[in-house]
């Protein structure tokens, strides 16, 4: 703690000054450190002093003291959780998982080796209750589930057979049997959705709920505004968006999307993806924080090649990160834990093992526990 000498502070007549704020300061005046350097008016952008830092103000003729216990994020790291996107995948079964374990004994398993999970299946459907209180009893108390918003709420192009049966026949579909979504469909869709959610928000175990948008939601013929009808909906979690059109993140529309990020904050979803400039790859230089409660990096692979013409899942990702790789990665991360209360880090190059390989050697570099293998009996 840095402590500066001051001649303590005169005391002051109420009536003849302005509306003092609770700092001291008189509103609409001038001020400078003890070393002459200007500090900006209240409600002018300022960067934080160091937590439980005493600093000696000087206004005019006369001191004040000041106890800038402001942010904590400058003090202290948030914490890292890595997992993987989905604990199911045909690669982790053939390749991660020990030869004969059951599908039921899948994520008990994964939860011995990490804290997090981003569930993919339920951007397909929405689970029943009875799948979603199976997650919370096959998991450890403080196990986080990130969950995928239905693709329909993503924008996608959805078949109706993909909606909860009650909403089904009540759909629009155009004359590919597509669905059209109406502000009564995204509501009710939503409302089932939470249904769902809140068995895992009792729980305590419901970590982000994430929107992945499709490429065709771009700046060119959308408007964020379009959102807010389902981020009020969702007021109550966690919401992380994760843009799939590069135009939202580039030039001058990226700080107008940070913007609109922070006013409802919604947290912006940080990519690692291929070097390559194609209309639905996000740039891998951004580092958003647009909530301070948590920031979150996906991490894709780095194969252009497959990315754009993969026909697959684990086509399109493709990719085993390398140990240099991971150390980049390690250290992008922390990085945005010195701003952010927690950070999420999910590997999505769902190709073989390369993504539970990933996050292990990731946990690894970060210094973090990681659990022995459990000796599970293969079974012939």
Same mark, same amino acid.
């Given at each position: 703690?840095?402590?500066?000498?001051?001649?303590?502070?005169?005391?002051?007549?109420?009536?003849?000054?302005?509306k003092?704020?609770?700092?001291?300061?008189?509103?609409?005046?001038?001020?400078?450190?003890?070393?002459?350097?200007?500090?900006?008016r209240r409600?002018?952008?300022?960067?934080?002093?160091?937590?439980?830092?005493?600093?000696?103000?000087?206004?005019?003729?006369?001191?004040?003291?000041?106890?800038?216990?402001?942010?904590?994020?400058?003090?202290?790291?948030?914490?890292?959780?890595?997992?993987?996107?989905?604990?199911?995948?045909?690669?982790?079964?053939?390749?991660?998982?020990?030869?004969?374990?059951?599908?039921?004994?899948?994520?008990?398993?994964?939860?011995?080796?990490?804290?997090?999970?981003?569930?993919?299946?339920?951007?397909?459907?929405?689970?029943?209750?009875?799948?979603?209180?199976?997650w919370?009893?096959?998991?450890?108390?403080a196990?986080?589930?990130?969950? /995928? !918003?239905?693709q =329909? $709420?993503?924008?996608? %192009?959805?078949?109706?057979?993909?909606?909860?049966?009650? @909403?089904?026949?009540?759909?629009?579909?155009?004359?590919?049997?597509?669905?059209?979504?109406?502000?009564?469909?995204?509501?009710?869709?939503?409302?089932?959705?939470?249904?769902?959610?809140?068995?895992?928000?009792?729980?305590? /175990? !419901?970590?982000? =709920? $994430?929107?992945?948008? %499709?490429?065709?939601?771009?700046?060119r013929?959308?408007? @964020?505004?379009?959102?807010?009808?389902?981020?009020?909906?969702?007021?109550?979690?966690?919401?992380?968006?994760?843009?799939?059109?590069?135009?939202?993140?580039?030039?001058?529309?990226?700080?107008?999307?940070?913007?609109?990020?922070?006013?409802?904050?919604?947290?912006?979803?940080?990519?690692?993806?291929?070097?390559?400039?194609?209309?639905?790859?996000?740039?891998?230089?951004?580092?958003?924080?647009?909530?301070?409660?948590?920031?979150?990096?996906?991490?894709?692979?780095?194969?252009?090649?497959?990315?754009?013409?993969?026909?697959?899942?684990?086509?399109?990702?493709?990719?085993?990160?390398?140990?240099?790789?991971?150390?980049?990665?390690?250290?992008?991360?922390k990085?945005?834990?010195?701003?952010?209360?927690?950070?999420?880090?999910?590997?999505?190059?769902?190709?073989?093992?390369?993504?539970?390989?990933a996050?292990?050697?990731?946990?690894?570099a970060?210094?973090q526990?990681?659990?022995?293998?459990?000796?599970t009996?293969e079974?012939?």
């Open positions: 703690m840095i402590v500066s000498r001051c001649p303590p502070r005169e005391p002051s007549n109420s009536n003849s000054r302005g003092k704020e609770a700092t001291g300061f008189t509103r609409g005046r001038d001020y400078t450190d003890i070393e002459g350097r200007a500090l900006p409600g002018s952008p300022a960067q934080p002093i160091s937590l439980l830092r005493i600093v000696c103000f000087r206004r005019e003729s006369r001191f004040l003291f000041l106890v800038a216990a402001t942010d904590w994020r400058q003090s202290r790291p948030g914490r890292i959780l890595v997992g993987t996107a989905s604990w199911s995948d045909p690669g982790f079964v053939e390749r991660w998982y020990p030869k004969g374990i059951q599908p039921g004994e899948r994520l008990a398993w994964y939860a011995q080796h990490f804290e997090m999970v981003e569930v993919n299946s339920t951007f397909y459907s929405v689970p029943d209750a009875r799948m979603v209180d199976r919370c009893k096959n998991t450890p108390d196990f986080t589930f990130d969950v /995928k !918003l239905h =329909l $709420l993503s924008r996608h %192009s959805t078949p109706a057979k993909l909606l909860p049966p009650e @909403l089904q026949r009540h759909a629009e579909t155009d004359a590919k049997g597509k669905v059209k979504l109406t502000p009564a469909l995204e509501q009710a869709l939503t409302e089932i959705f939470l249904r769902a959610m809140s068995i895992l928000q009792g729980a305590g /175990k !419901l970590g982000v =709920l $994430l929107l992945q948008l %499709s490429p065709a939601f771009s700046p013929k959308h408007d @964020l505004s379009e959102l807010e009808r389902l981020i009020e909906m969702l007021r109550d979690c966690q919401l992380a968006i994760e843009f799939r059109n590069r135009n939202w993140a580039i030039g001058e529309q990226l700080r107008s999307t940070i913007d609109f990020l922070r006013r409802h904050r919604a947290i912006f979803v940080n990519i690692d993806a291929p070097a390559a400039e194609h209309f639905t790859i996000m740039p891998s230089d951004l580092d958003e924080i647009t909530n301070s409660q948590l920031a979150y990096l996906r991490l894709h692979g780095r194969n252009a090649e497959a990315y754009l013409r993969g026909k697959t899942v684990a086509a399109r990702f493709n990719y085993d990160y390398a140990d240099r790789e991971i150390a980049e990665v390690a250290e992008r991360s990085r945005l834990a010195a701003d952010a209360r927690e950070v999420h880090v999910v590997f999505n190059n769902n190709n073989l093992d390369y993504a539970p390989r996050a292990t050697r990731l946990r690894a970060l210094g526990y990681v659990a022995r293998p459990p000796q009996p079974l012939f």
